[in-house]
């Protein structure tokens, strides 16, 4: 069943400090276009650069999942993530004026509120999907902990965590639909175990936290000099340790509140894939670490099965444009005219198909003794799709030609040769704007990808005389 791209009605911000900083910072989340994903702007640096969430940017996994690109970083990404995640953004802008979002209550409850603020709206392209057919698993011999995906008709998690102390103890959460999120794990707190805490206290390593913005399991006898550490720290004059062995001015939300923040923390981490996805995780003992090499994982998983899924198309159905109809919009003519049929077309995507045959002018010269089509004209015919695609926008495509503009990552997977059905299939990669057309383009050959790359292309009225 297929769904609508999402992205936020208008934009709206949000401040507060980092944990690990205490820095003040401001957060604005923007709409964004289709197939944008999800993407930090860091507005404070020259150039604003994007950082986009990806699972091939995670530098380290300490005290948080951190994103690194060109030198540029963003800290703690996991709760703003999970947020859009869960409510069903595929695409949206995050500007931040630091190297860290707000940690406001430790929670993705803030998150979800603004978001909500800005409201959600559907976009003109379909959503793409990863479906999980096949189990999927990682595991970390060392610590014990894996993570299993598993085919299921929705995104479901279950988080089970076991840190072999008393506090504590073994825990578990299950999220069944993500609509459940907001009520039932968005606001579950970020939390510390008083160990920890002491290291990063000593290592001036978190100076945005207090008493609301991360609970404190009291894992060990707190000696005076600690006390007064955490006092001076968290700006009290008294500190206790409640009965439940967390300190005092903090009400848990739930008895299992720190399973249910790790599975927050999974979905934040996966969302790092760049796919939505629909399956079943279950999470033992996760931690940012292990989620981050599954998210590396899945994704390689995932870009290679799109490579490789050749799309099926019956050839014996009658076409939705036939050379005729091509000619009308396309102003190329043989023998240049390197397309047969368009098969399907949208606002965002097009399929064509070229019959290659012996009769082609160019296997005179290439070659004489061993005919193979050129690749360059394989990357041809594929633009001449994302011709029809862009003409297609405009009412008069008969007064406008089609211009290369860019091509990159060409690659040539397989020989075509004479006898060969191409089947080409052009998406947008953003939408068409003034004549310009930016695409993913794949060509395929007897079950196989034969060529792909990044196109643009743009048209422009034709000279009058």
Same mark, same amino acid.
């Given at each position: ?94 500007? $931040?004026?630091?190297? +860290? ?20 709206? +559907? ?38 965590? @076991? ?51 991360? $609970? ?5 006898? $707190? ?14 004059? #008294? ?25 927050? @923390? ?56 036939? $050379? ?21 077309? %949208? ?11 012996? #009769? ?31 003409? %297609? ?33 052009? +998406? ?38």
């Amino acid at each position: 069943m297929s769904s609508k791209q999402k992205t936020i009605k208008k934009e709206v911000t949000l401040s507060g400090v980092g944990l690990h900083t205490g820095n003040k910072v401001t957060m604005t989340f923007k709409p964004a276009p289709i197939n944008y994903g999800y993407a930090f702007v860091r507005i404070d640096l020259e150039g604003s650069p994007i950082i986009e969430a990806s699972a091939e940017y995670v530098i380290n996994t300490q005290r948080g999942t951190n994103l690194e690109k060109k030198g540029v970083f963003v800290n703690t990404s996991e709760h703003v993530l999970a947020a859009v995640v869960a409510l069903g953004i595929d695409n949206i802008c995050i500007e $931040i004026n630091a190297a +860290e979002p707000p940690i406001m209550d430790g929670s993705s409850k803030h998150f979800i509120e603004a978001i909500e603020k800005a409201g959600i709206v +559907e976009q003109e392209a379909e959503r793409d999907e990863y479906v999980v057919k096949d189990i999927i698993s990682y595991k970390d011999e060392v610590t014990g902990s894996e993570i299993i995906l598993m085919p299921s008709d929705e995104y479901q998690i279950t988080a089970m965590v @076991d840190f072999g102390t008393k506090v504590l103890g073994t825990q578990n959460a299950t999220l069944n639909k993500l609509s459940d999120f907001k009520n039932e794990i968005a606001d579950a707190r970020t939390f510390s175990f008083l160990h920890e805490l002491e290291m990063l206290l000593d290592h001036n390593l978190i100076q945005g936290g207090d008493l609301n913005n991360a $609970i404190v399991y009291v894992d060990k006898e $707190i000696s005076d000099e600690t006390m007064n550490k955490l006092k001076k720290a968290f700006n009290k004059e #008294n500190l206790t340790v409640k009965a439940n062995g967390i300190l005092d001015n903090l009400t848990l939300r739930w008895a299992n509140e720190a399973a249910r923040h790790k599975l927050l @923390d999974v979905i934040g981490d996966l969302a790092l894939v760049g796919t939505r996805i629909r399956g079943k995780v279950i999470a033992n003992k996760p931690g940012h670490l292990v989620n981050t090499v599954f998210a590396k994982k899945l994704q390689k998983i995932i870009k290679h099965e799109k490579r490789n899924n050749v799309p099926k198309y019956d050839l014996d159905q009658p076409p939705l444009m036939d $050379i005729h109809k091509i000619m009308s919009i396309l102003p190329h003519r043989p023998p240049f005219l390197l397309i047969d049929r368009i098969l399907e077309l %949208s606002d965002s995507h097009v399929v064509g198909m070229k019959n290659v045959t012996m #009769n082609e002018p160019f296997f005179v010269g290439h070659f004489p003794d061993a005919p193979v089509m050129p690749g360059v004209l394989q990357v041809e015919a594929m633009a001449q799709c994302g011709g029809v695609l862009v003409l %297609s926008s405009v009412p008069d495509p008969e007064n406008y030609l089609t211009y290369f503009m860019k091509m990159d990552k060409v690659k040539f997977k397989q020989k075509v040769l004479p006898g060969d059905t191409l089947i080409f299939r052009a +998406e947008l990669i953003t939408p068409i704007r003034r004549g310009i057309c930016h695409m993913q383009a794949c060509g395929y050959a007897n079950g196989k990808l034969v060529v792909e790359a990044e196109l643009m292309a743009q048209i422009a009225k034709k000279p009058t005389e």
